[in-house]
């Protein structure tokens, strides 16, 4: 009797051990994608292009780049399994990168494909490219992939820059009042840089708000945030420059009214120690936080009267407005238009932590 047992318990492990082997995956087989590419072709498709690692005989790593016409990304994939030895593998995906016809078109359009696949990591950072995405892939294959992922993730930690991923655009595209953003690349021979921020009116690319403009939207866009503050001497109007490090920014927005127009108010409460020459400073200002908050201010407000000369809300204060004047009323109303000519305000408060 105890001999069945023991052959019955054989019987599971060896099952046991049978599905295990069946379900495994073989690395040196599978090829990891880490970037996607999206460009238009010439006979109104897109063009996909994938990047994964592959192992040479000698032992060595390099990156596959393939690319394949298709109406959309499922039936791309499709194609390209059947140009590589390799199990494509979606899991580890870290960039996608559309090219400038697709941005300047819809965005969403082509994302809507690749977000219902069940595979594909919704954290995966979105860039626009001033050109042809496939072109970017091509000329930096080797160091880009995994570059880009680390370079979104230093800003994010450090610098205080929202990632842009697949899930933060589409959930901002789907919210009344709110609209998308995504980081600008661009490039030169020897290197590949973030120019700025996209702005969107729904999934359309519209203007990219330049890498010196960045924190201040940012600040009156988050709750709060950690950032850097750097301003040039000629901005400052001093003979030297103005840096807050590690400043902390909190911030909170007031409706003020929805009619006869629309006035609103945006406080920032900013704190941080000033990297700049003090004794100068207060040689020059007997108040150095008040003069530094004088100077924030105005170029927040600059932000965003440039803001509201392109028509992105990239603030999301159509939120504010939804809640305060009620849904019906506001999905009557076009929003876009409203807030080019709002009444909108920048209020800013300086804590400086270093102050003697």
Not at 37 to 47: G, L, P, R, V, Y
Request: hydrophobic fraction near 40%; charge should be positive; aromatic fraction near 10%.
């Amino acid at each position: 009797m105890a001999s069945r047992h023991w052959i019955a318990i054989v019987f599971v492990l060896l099952a046991g051990l049978t599905v295990g082997c069946q379900n495994k995956t073989i690395v040196n087989e599978a090829g990891f994608i880490q970037t996607i590419t999206i460009d238009k072709s010439d006979d109104h498709m897109f063009e996909f292009g994938i990047s994964f690692p592959q192992t040479k005989e000698t032992g060595k790593t390099s990156f596959a780049y393939i690319t394949i016409k298709a109406t959309d990304f499922p039936g791309a994939y499709r194609k390209l399994i059947l140009k590589t030895r390799y199990k494509l593998v979606l899991g580890q995906l870290r960039n996608v990168i559309v090219g400038k016809s697709v941005a300047q078109d819809d965005v969403i359009d082509v994302l809507r494909n690749l977000i219902y696949d069940p595979e594909l990591p919704l954290s995966a950072n979105l860039f626009i490219y001033d050109g042809k995405a496939s072109d970017l892939l091509r000329n930096h294959l080797d160091e880009l992939n995994y570059t880009l992922y680390r370079l979104l993730l230093k800003l994010n930690q450090n610098k205080g820059i929202s990632m842009s991923t697949i899930f933060n655009f589409v959930r901002d595209y789907l919210d009344d009042g709110a609209e998308p953003l995504a980081s600008h690349l661009r490039s030169t021979k020897e290197d590949v840089y973030v120019q700025g921020i996209a702005l969107f009116q729904g999934g359309k690319w519209t203007y990219t708000l330049p890498e010196k403009d960045v924190a201040y939207m940012l600040m009156m866009r988050n709750d709060r945030m950690n950032t850097y503050v750097y301003m040039p001497p000629k901005t400052f109007g001093a003979p030297f420059s103005l840096v807050i490090d590690n400043a902390k920014a909190k911030r909170w927005i007031k409706v003020k009214q929805v009619s006869p127009e629309i006035e609103i108010d945006i406080y920032v409460s900013l704190s941080g120690s000033v990297i700049t020459p003090l004794n100068e400073l207060i040689k020059a200002e007997s108040r150095p936080a008040a003069y530094i908050e004088q100077k924030v201010e105005e170029e927040m407000n600059k932000v965003m009267q440039e803001l509201q000369k392109q028509r992105t809300d990239a603030v999301n204060l159509g939120m504010y407005v939804r809640n305060k004047m009620g849904y019906p009323a506001y999905s009557q109303a076009k929003w876009r238009e409203q807030f080019a000519h709002a009444r909108i305000r920048c209020h800013v408060q300086f804590q400086m932590d270093n102050q003697l």
